[in-house]
Each structure stands twice: as C-alpha cells, then as structure tokens.
C-alpha cells in the first residue's frame, strides 16, 4: 500500500511509534481530518498536537504548541525560519520519528513561485515574497530535527518545497543537515495530481529523500496529510479497509 513516488516501488516508513505534529496558520478551526483521527482512534500516535502558527483561535480539543505568532502579524520570512529551526532542536519526541502534517490556509503560497531565485534579491527577501508561515517554518524545523530523529513530511508539492527552502539555506549558509532521515509521504491521489510538479521541486535539491505515496480508495485532498497517516497505520498493522470503517463512523 506504499510505494516510491519515482517508480512506485513498495516501500514503507520509518519503523516503530510517531508523534504526528499538525501546523495550522489562519484557520478558525484547526483540526485532524477523519482519516487521521481515524489511525489515532484506532493506533494512536506516540503524540498528537497542533502547531499554533498564528491562528485566529486556539483549537481547545487537542495539546497545542504555540509560538507567539500574532494573525495580523506581518509576514517575517527568516523570523519563522529561526523559530521552526529552535523548536527542532529542542523538540523531544514522544514516539521513534515525527510526521508533520499541514492544514493547508486558503491563502498558501504556490509551490512553483520557489524554484527560480528571483535576479537582483537576496535568498530571504525572496522568501518574504514567495513563501508562507507553514513553509519557513516547516524548513527551519526540518533542518534542524533530522540531525536528531527521523522527519517524514505528510503532504506533497508544499513539503518538496519545505526541503527546497531547506536545501538552499544550506547551501549558501552551510548549516549541517541530516538528509539521510528525511521521507515525503502524499496520498494517491495527490501523488497522481502533484506528481510532475512534486518530483520537479525534489530534483532541485543537493540530496535525494524518500518520496513515498500511499493508495487511498476515497481521500478529500483538503487532507493533504493523509497519505502519512494512513501509510502510519498500515505500518502498525491496520488494513485501509479498518480506517476507512472507521472514518464512516463503524468498529
């Protein structure tokens, strides 16, 4: 049920428990999709929590880390760069690895507007104009906790483009990095609408991670996540067909 992204090869995660962290940034009501809270249900993960990137409210129901980020504040590229890469360095998983996860603002920016530098703009200027909260911060968390404990990215073109701003961070500033416990997980059905424009934006990058997909029989692409959760279950032992019960409110 997972495969590469490249050639659809079987594949599987990392081994053991996850702590599943979900960044939300402009949402009234940030929260799991069914499919997720589903696996939780079922096989819960080590940890489950919502990061609090500037949202309008706070999503009572479930533990939230926040960061200090106001929903009127002005867009700080390298500020939120710096703030993901001090909560990867001190974040302590509960469980062997992290996914992080994305609830997707109305909002986002288009992961193409990163590929090309832009003549005559510096690297962080660039980013002020073509990136988002979720995107700097994800790259600053992302550099900093692979040196410590697997990251597996639960999304598709968004979290290619998370390693791109990473990638090029490195490079110009030579920040150490781990690229070796990085995984990109989607869902089939991202996997088949994002694919050409996923593997563009990995085939940028210094170093080759894992692009892996799981096949979903039913999926609303609002949850772009899901692939990761769902590939997360099955690694514990769950069938889609448990989750997908599950989801429709069965045993």
């Known amino acids: 049920m997972i495969h590469t992204l490249q050639d659809r090869e079987k594949s599987a995660l990392p081994a053991g428990r996850a702590d ?20 939780n249900a079922l096989t819960p993960f080590a940890a489950l929590k919502i990061l609090y990137l500037g949202l309008t409210s706070e999503p009572g129901a479930y533990e939230t880390v926040t960061f200090g980020i106001a929903p009127e504040a002005a867009f700080d590229a390298r500020a939120l760069f710096e703030q993901g890469r001090e909560f990867g360095r001190y974040y302590k998983p509960a469980g062997d690895y992290v996914i992080l996860g994305e609830i997707i603002s109305p909002d986002a920016a288009d992961a193409a507007a990163l590929s090309e530098p832009l003549p005559g703009m510096g690297l962080f200027e660039q980013l002020g104009r073509t990136a988002d909260a979720f995107l700097m911060f994800a790259a600053g968390f992302v550099l900093e906790a692979c040196r410590r404990f697997p990251v597996v990215l639960g999304g598709g073109s968004r979290m290619a483009a998370v390693l791109l701003i990473a990638n090029r961070i490195v490079r110009r500033d030579g920040l150490p990095m781990d690229p070796r416990k990085l995984t990109l997980c989607t869902a089939g059905g991202i996997a088949e609408t994002e694919r050409a424009a996923t593997l563009s934006l990995l085939g940028r990058l210094d170093f080759r991670p894992r692009a892996l997909y799981a096949e979903l029989s039913s999926f609303d692409g609002r949850e772009s996540y899901a692939g990761a959760a769902m590939a997360y279950g099955t690694m514990q032992g769950l069938s889609m067909a448990q989750i997908a019960r599950q989801a429709e409110g069965g045993a």
């Open 20 to 39: 599943f962290l979900l960044a939300a940034a402009a949402q009234e009501t940030p929260a799991p999709g069914p499919l997720t809270l589903s696996v």
